[in-house]
Nanobody, 117 residues
Framework: VQLQASGGGLVQAGGSLRLSCAASGSISRIIVMGWYRQAPGKQRELVAGITTGGGTNYADSVKGRFTISRDNAENTMYLQMNSLKPEDTAVYYC????????????WGQGTQVTVSS
């Protein structure tokens, strides 16, 4: 599976961005996709996840502000980020977990999101 993330950038606090993650390869084996982020000096953390069936989960810090979605026909996952805060600044990575290899996620290359105060 190959994952291509895009959509990051610089935005003022309170603004919005939409991240995209295009998947290719063994797409039929994907059971869960997700967005993670890593800020300087911090560990990578889960932001949001979505299953093939559409079930979602979010980190408490982004609930009510971020929305994860998935277009199975286009093999693309999105993260709509609203009401952005400076603490959302990080490199955002998309990931995919495959049936039979759940413990070994695939990662995209990361896209920088910078929120200025």
């Amino acid at each position: 599976v190959q994952l291509q993330a895009s959509g990051g950038g610089l935005v003022q606090a309170g603004g919005s961005l939409r991240l995209s993650c295009a998947a290719s390869g063994s797409i039929s084996r994907i059971i869960v996709m997700g967005w993670y982020r890593q800020a300087p000096g911090k560990q990578r953390e889960l932001v949001a996840g979505i299953t093939t069936g559409g079930g979602t989960n979010y980190a408490d810090s982004v609930k009510g502000r971020f929305t994860i979605s998935r277009d199975n026909a286009e093999n693309t996952m999105y993260l709509q980020m609203n009401s952005l805060k400076p603490e959302d600044t990080a490199v955002y990575y998309c990931s995919a977990r495959l049936d039979g290899a759940y413990l070994y996620p695939y990662w995209g290359q990361g896209t920088q999101v910078t929120v200025s105060s």
